[in-house]
């Protein structure tokens, strides 16, 4: 099953719970340590029951739903009722799922579990934002970059997603960008791309940055399928552009800011890659409430 995104309708598929669990579990027993919750142990018994609330504090798009459920999973049964899903806008005061379970684990995973969800959540609500600021000047893609928190690379392009826009590569392995220290070992652009091209399979993309309109010329002479216009004032890119003529996709990257973003998506680029909106996003207020089960 798929959760759709509300505001482009694009299908966003959920994450599997293989690719957060390991982590889940390291966070958990990070926070628990050798001795447990010893502040949770003290003051309530094992066989006390809680019913809780998770809930938004501010509006914003919910990202990290499956993240944040396994953690408490992982210290036992707790039955759930999700009021709305991964890509759902809500309002502050919002109920975002419902839990029913020992009060000890519901306890001792909140933490752990509203660090995941509210991280994640301020990443979609952030990219929204962005792209919704872009999306009134140009059809630019806005894509993420590898500037991610150690260990949540997968989660934080997941919620870019959520979020709207869409991920650059997800590492090394998997596309060819060609940057501006590759420029210089290698003694330019054009011996950096040869090289590149004389390995790669046809299936693999070529991106090459350049920092000048000169070095987009000679990276269009001989041929690459993106080029990279890293830091370009907003003059130069509009040129870069131009240059361009359709021959490789366009992507604006470096220095770009909240205030700036809507006159670098006016130039025409194709893409923008910000890596603000992973590593910079605020987390979104979300907290847990609690009753005691009758």
């Known amino acids: 099953m798929t959760t759709t995104d509300p505001d482009t309708r694009l299908p966003v598929a959920p994450l599997d719970t293989i690719q957060y669990e390991a982590l889940v579990r390291e966070e958990l027993a990070v926070d628990l340590g050798s001795a447990g919750d010893i502040t949770t142990n003290a003051i309530v018994g094992a066989d006390v029951t809680a019913r809780a609330r ?8 919910i990202c990290g739903l499956g993240p944040a459920l396994c953690a408490f999973f992982l210290l036992g049964p707790v039955r759930h009722k999700p009021v709305v899903s991964d890509g759902a806008n809500v309002t502050a005061g919002a109920t975002i799922v419902e839990l029913q379970g020992a009060a000890r684990v519901l306890l001792s995973a909140e933490r752990t579990a509203l660090n995941l969800l509210g991280h994640l959540s301020g990443i979609a609500t952030l990219t929204r934002a962005v792209v919704e600021t872009v999306a009134e000047v140009s059809q630019a893609r806005v894509v993420c970059t590898r500037k991610t928190t150690p260990g949540l690379r997968a989660l934080e392009k997941y919620a870019v ?13 998997d596309a060819v960008l060609v940057k501006d220290n590759h420029r210089v070992i290698a003694g330019g652009v054009r011996p950096a791309v040869e090289a590149a091209r004389a390995t790669l399979g046809h299936l693999v ?3 090459v940055e ?3 309109l000169e070095q987009l010329d000679e990276a269009l002479g ?3 399928d993106v080029v990279l216009l890293d830091n370009m004032p907003v003059a130069d890119l509009a040129r870069a552009v131009a240059m361009t003529r359709g021959r490789a996709i366009t992507e604006a990257s ?19 890659s910000i890596g603000w909106i992973t590593h910079s996003a605020p987390a979104l207020d979300i907290g847990l409430d609690f009753s005691v089960s009758d």
């Open 54 to 61: 998770v809930v938004a504090r501010q509006d914003g798009r």
């Open 254 to 272: 470096g220095g770009i800011t909240p205030e700036t973003i809507r006159e670098v998506a006016a130039t025409g680029v194709d893409v923008i």
């Open 210 to 212: 350049v920092d000048t």
């Open 161 to 173: 997603r959520v979020g709207g826009a869409s991920n650059h590569r997800f590492g090394l392995h």
């Open 205 to 207: 993309t070529l991106e």
């Open 222 to 224: 001989v041929g690459v």
